[in-house]
């Protein structure tokens, strides 16, 4: 039966999580799945460990294992912010009416318009357009960065793949692993807001091309999942 968790950046959520992981070493059983991964992506830092001791553990157990192939069969993972648009619908629509009223009253029927209703008509449509964005879904995105050779500096790699700066896009936590002939990879942790970022073009245009690929040869993507 598939779990859901929900507002995993708020102390609630992450108690949730902490709560869920006692006695468990993973979300849905002994064996790392794609389940973890998905909260691990929806979880923008580590836990304390103070405070969340089983998901702080977890999380730090999930980091370390991310190179390796995912042996469990996942149960599925529901994040219950996601139907918050779709149970806020009625509501937009109930409101609908009373915002029709408000237009009724901004106009002036024996003038023209004012500086006053101008501002307040782009102010509402400023809002329509802030709660689009808001609706856009979002994904969690694990990447390997490889070097040109084992002599790049990682720490230099690492600096400038974070130099990237986009709207709807969130680094989060990395960690360097051996690939052979004393070369690293970095995997990298990362969530994009779906309408505003395409990892392939983050790869081809940003991360591939000057002055990044001084230190970055390729990028892939390990695994790419939506929360």
């Not at 449509?125 to 500096?153: I, Q, R, Y």
Request: aromatic share 6%; charged share 30%; proline share 4%.
């Amino acid at each position: 039966m598939a779990v859901t968790f929900s507002n995993l950046h708020t102390e609630a959520g992450l108690k949730s999580v902490n709560d869920h992981l006692s006695g468990k070493t993973y979300i849905s059983g002994d064996q790392l799945t794609k389940d973890d991964i998905k909260v691990y992506g929806a979880i923008l830092e580590q836990p304390s460990s103070d405070l969340y001791p089983n998901a702080s553990k977890w999380y730090q157990a999930v980091s370390a294992k991310l190179a390796s192939s995912f042996p469990g069969k996942a149960v599925g993972v529901r994040f219950g912010s996601q139907a918050a648009p779709a149970g806020a619908a009625p509501a937009k629509e109930a409101a609908k009416p009373a915002a029709d009223d408000d237009d009724d009253d901004d106009i002036d029927l024996f003038g023209e318009e004012t500086e006053e209703e101008k501002a307040a008509a782009e102010s509402r449509e400023a809002a329509k357009a802030s709660a689009k964005k808001k609706e856009s879904g979002k994904s969690s995105v694990l990447m390997d960065v490889k070097p040109w050779d084992d002599e790049t500096d990682m720490k230099k790699l690492e600096e400038a793949v974070r130099s990237v700066q986009m709207d709807g896009l969130l680094w989060g936590a990395s960690k360097l692993v051996p690939v052979g002939y004393g070369i690293k990879k970095m995997q990298i942790m990362l969530t994009i807001v779906d309408d505003l970022v395409s990892v392939d073009t983050l790869i081809e245009e940003r991360l591939t091309e000057e002055p990044i690929n001084e230190y970055v040869q390729s990028c892939d993507i390990v695994a790419f999942n939506k929360i």
